[in-house]
């Protein structure tokens, strides 16, 4: 199983990054994909999930609006269009699968990892 997380850079205040998480070895239709981020001294939280089923999506509060994440089932990969980037959203990225647990994703311990990709906003 391998998740590649890819996308990350240095970027302005106020500018955009389109982070990938490219699944492989696993069932991509079973299974919710959740982009977490954790910065150091710091837990990993959760950014964004989408469900498997459904493609419906949740998002932290602090991203709502300006992060969206989608998906290609043809490429088994999902995105995170990250726009209006603040200091705040500094960190290393991680995309994660997980078995469904119900009608909805959530941001619970993953199955699988992938290595993150450093995003840092920096003037």
């Known amino acids: 199983v391998q998740l590649q997380a890819s996308g990350g850079g240095l970027v302005q205040p106020g500018g955009s990054l389109k982070l990938s998480c490219s699944v492989s070895?696993?069932?991509?239709?079973?299974?919710?994909i959740a982009w977490f981020r954790q910065v150091p001294g710091k837990e990993r939280e959760g950014v964004s999930c989408?469900?498997?089923?459904?493609?419906?999506?949740d998002y932290d509060g602090s991203v709502k609006g300006r992060f969206t994440i989608s998906r290609d089932k043809a490429k088994n990969t999902v995105y995170l269009q990250m726009n209006n980037l603040k200091p705040e959203d500094t960190g290393v990225y991680y995309c994660?699968?997980?078995?469904?647990?119900?009608?909805?994703?959530?941001?619970?311990?993953?199955?699988?990892w992938g290595k993150g990709t450093q995003v840092t906003v920096s003037s």
């Open positions: 994660g699968a997980d078995h469904p647990w119900g009608s909805r994703c959530y941001f619970y311990d993953m199955d699988y």
């Open positions: 070895g696993i069932n991509f239709d079973a299974y919710d």
């Open positions: 989408i469900h498997s089923r459904d493609g419906s999506t």
